[in-house]
Nanobody
Framework: QVQLVESGGGLVQAGGSLRLSCAVS????????LGWFRQAPGPERELVAT????????YYADSIKGRFTISRDNTKNTMFLQMNSLKSEDTAVYYC??????????????????WGQGTQVTVSS
């Protein structure tokens, strides 16, 4: 397994931007599909976006499509989530996750074997 550490969360006004990072330690980073999930108080953890092993394919939840961009740098073992035009409903704890299984996209939280500790994103209206 790998270890994941998120960073970049914070407080931002509606309409603003944040860039989240997920640093991944361990072997064979490029063998893992990666995803960003989020969880607000109450609702279940939901997929935000996922990216394939080589970064060639991406998948986005409808709620953030056109506003968020997922990317990865396999030379630096890091994944990113660029979040633009943030809305109050984007407020949540954001988690990065990794999975070695084949198949894309993997959209369910149960598909992922390793998780970070989460980073809080708060959007004020």
């Amino acid at each position: 397994q790998v270890q994941l550490v998120e960073s970049g969360g914070g407080l931002v006004q509606a309409g603003g931007s944040l860039r989240l990072s997920c640093a991944v330690s361990g072997r064979s980073f490029s063998n893992y599909g990666l995803g960003w999930f989020r969880q607000a108080p109450g609702p279940e953890r939901e997929l935000v976006a996922t990216i394939s092993r080589n970064g060639g394919r991406t998948y986005y939840a409808d709620s953030i499509k056109g506003r968020f961009t997922i990317s990865r740098d396999n030379t630096k073992n890091t994944m990113f989530l660029q979040m633009n035009s943030l809305k109050s409903e984007d407020t949540a704890v954001y988690y990065c996750a990794a999975d070695r299984s084949l198949g894309f996209p993997r959209v369910h939280k149960y598909d992922y074997e390793s998780w970070g500790q989460g980073t809080q994103v708060t959007v004020s209206s």
